[in-house]
C-alpha cells in the first residue's frame, strides 16, 4: 500500500500506521510527507475490529489462509456460555503472537522463520495488550462475529486463537475488518482509486489529505507568540508556561499532567511538538510548513 501510494503521489516520504493481514481489510492509516513524523503517535492509538471466528478449526496461521492442523466438533454453545470465555480476555492480558507474524526476534520476522521451520527454538514472550471491549454481535454455529475494541499491538489472529483453546473446540480467524484506527473510523476511509482520482483532479488536499494534527486532537495545544515561535525553531526549551508567551493558557488549565503539547503560532499554523523534560519543555519535533 504504501509503495503504491508513492506512486501515485511522487512522494517519497510515505509510512503506514498499523500493519494489516493480508487477509483483513479496513482502515490503514497512510502518513505523507511531514506527517511521517507523527506516525509512532498513530501507531500507538487504540484500534476496533469486527472479526468473524470460525469454531472447530485450528491453523497454523490462525486465519482462513493456513494450513488446518486441528479439527473438533463444536458444541452447542448458548451465549451465556460463550460469554463466560469472553470475559477472561477482557481488560489486561498477556497475548502471544503468532509466529505467522512481522514481529522481529534477533532481526529476523517470526513469519520468515515460521516458513523456514526453525520457530521451534525461539523463546516466544506473552506481549501485554489490553481489550477494552469484546462484545458478540452474531452467533450461529459454527460462526462467531466479535466486536473487539484493543490496545496496539493486540494480534486478533492470536486472540481468535486462544478464545477457540479455551472453548475447547479450536477457532480461526475467518475475516477481519478494522473499523477505526486511533480518530480514523471506516467511513472516512479511500481506496487507492479515489486517491489517484483526486491527485490528478488537483483536489488531493481537499477531498483526500487530513491535517496533521488531525493525530494529536486529544493533545493541549499552546498557542505562542512570534518571539516564542523563533525560540522554538532553533530547538530552544521553554521554561514552564507563562502569560508572556503562552496566548491561551485558560486552555491549558485544564490539561492536567499530560507531558505532551502541540504549538501553533499566532497564525493558527502548526509548529512543533513539545514534551516536558524535568521543569522545561523541549520541541521533540519541529515542522516546517
Not at 473487539?148 to 477457532?171: M, P, Q
Amino acid at each position: 500500500m504504501v509503495a503504491r501510494v508513492r506512486r501515485i503521489l511522487r512522494e517519497k516520504r510515505v509510512g503506514h500506521a498499523g500493519t494489516l493481514d493480508p487477509a483483513a481489510e479496513g482502515v490503514l492509516p497512510v502518513c505523507v510527507g511531514q506527517a511521517t513524523r507523527v506516525v509512532e503517535y498513530l501507531s500507538d492509538a487504540h484500534k476496533v475490529y469486527c472479526a468473524l471466528l470460525g469454531l472447530g478449526l485450528t491453523t497454523d496461521t490462525y486465519d482462513r489462509e493456513g494450513v488446518v492442523t486441528a479439527k473438533k466438533p463444536v458444541p452447542d454453545f448458548t451465549p451465556e456460555a460463550l460469554e463466560v470465555v469472553l470475559a477472561r480476555f477482557r481488560g489486561k492480558i498477556g497475548q502471544l503472537p503468532p509466529v505467522y507474524s512481522a514481529i522481529k526476534i534477533a532481526g529476523q520476522p517470526l513469519y520468515k522463520a515460521a516458513r523456514a521451520g526453525t520457530t521451534a527454538g525461539l523463546d516466544l514472550q506473552p506481549r501485554p495488550v489490553e481489550i477494552f471491549k469484546l462484545e458478540i454481535t452474531e452467533w450461529h454455529s459454527p460462526w462467531l462475529k466479535l466486536w473487539v475494541e484493543c490496545s496496539k499491538g493486540t494480534y486478533i489472529r492470536s486472540l481468535a486463537y486462544d478464545i477457540g483453546e479455551s472453548l475447547g473446540c479450536g477457532a480461526f480467524m475467518a475475516g477481519l475488518v478494522r473499523v477505526q484506527s486511533g480518530p480514523f473510523h471506516l467511513s472516512q476511509a479511500h481506496r487507492l482509486e479515489e486517491v489517484e482520482a483526486a491527485y490528478q483532479a488537483g483536489r488531493l488536499e481537499l477531498d483526500i489529505l487530513q491535517p496533521l494534527d488531525a493525530v494529536l486532537a486529544d493533545w493541549p495545544a499552546w498557542v505562542v507568540d512570534q518571539a516564542t515561535a523563533e525560540k522554538i525553531r532553533q530547538g530552544r526549551n521553554l521554561a514552564p508556561a507563562g502569560p508572556e508567551w503562552l496566548l491561551n493558557a485558560q486552555f491549558d488549565a485544564t490539561a492536567g499532567a499530560l507531558p505532551l503539547r502541540r504549538v501553533y503560532t499566532d497564525q493558527g499554523q502548526l509548529l512543533a511538538l513539545m514534551e516536558q523534560q524535568g521543569q522545561e519543555w523541549h520541541p521533540v519535533k519541529v515542522f516546517n510548513f
